[in-house]
C-alpha cells in the first residue's frame, strides 16, 4: 500500500469554527490532491498541488483552502466550516508520467453541527 | 467538459453471478480510463485501468476493455463472490500529463451468498 496517512480520522466540529485536515505521504510523490466524497456525487476534486507551493482550484474550491510547505504534507483548511461541508474527504497522490494513477488514503469524516 | 456517467446502483447479485457495471464517458482527446474500488471503511483503490482505444484491464477477475467508438469502459466479472462487494467508480483522465481525474458517481454492488 502506497504510505499515506490522513489525520484526523473523524471529527465533529460546529459552524464557524475553523478546520485543518493533514495529509501525509511516505512515497515522494510530486502530486497531491482534496477530494471530497458525498453521496450521489461521487469523488469531487476540491484542490490540488503540483509541487512544493504549487497549488490550484479544483472543481468545489469555495470555502477551501490548501498549503504545501513540503512534499510530504498537503493541508486543507475550512476557515469557517459549514453544514455543507459535513462529508468524507480523500487525499490522493499520484507521480507524472504514471498515466494518472492515484494513490489515496484512508479518508477523514468530517460533521459540522 | 469531462464527464463520466455510470449505471445507477445500488446492484445486487448472488455469488457466482456475472456481473457488468457499464460506464460511459465524454472527453476531448484520448483519455486513459480507470475503474476504481472501495471497500466499506476504506479508501479507493485501482483495481485497473486502460490507457488507449482497444486496451482491455484486468485484476482479480474483472475486465474492462476501452471502446472509443461507443466511448464506454464497461466492468465485467464472470463470478462475483461476496468479498467484491462494494463501491466501484469508473474514472478517466483526459490527456496524458493533465493529472486530474473525473469520476463517476459510484455503484455500490451487494453479493449475497
Redesign the interface.
Known sequence: DAG?TQSPRHKVTETGTPVTLRCHQTENHR?M?WYRQDP??????IH?S?GVKDTDK?EVSDGYSVSRSKTEDFLLTLESATSSQTSVY?C?I?D?GS?????????TRLTVL | GNSVTQMEGPVTLSEEAFLTINCTYTATGYP?L?W?VQYPG?????LL?A?KADDKGSNKGFEATYRKETTSFHLEKGSVQVSDSAVY?CAL?AN??????T????TRLTIIP
Open positions: 499515506i502530486y490532491y450521489g456525487h461521487g469523488l469531487r476534486l490540488y503540483y479544483g480523500f490522493a499520484s507524472p498515466y494518472n494513477e492515484q494513490f489515496f488514503g484512508p479518508g | 486513459s480507470f476504481y476504506e479508501g479507493l483503490q485501482l485501468k490507457t467508480f483522465a496524458f500529463g493533465n493529472e486530474k481525474l469520476f463517476g458517481t459510484g
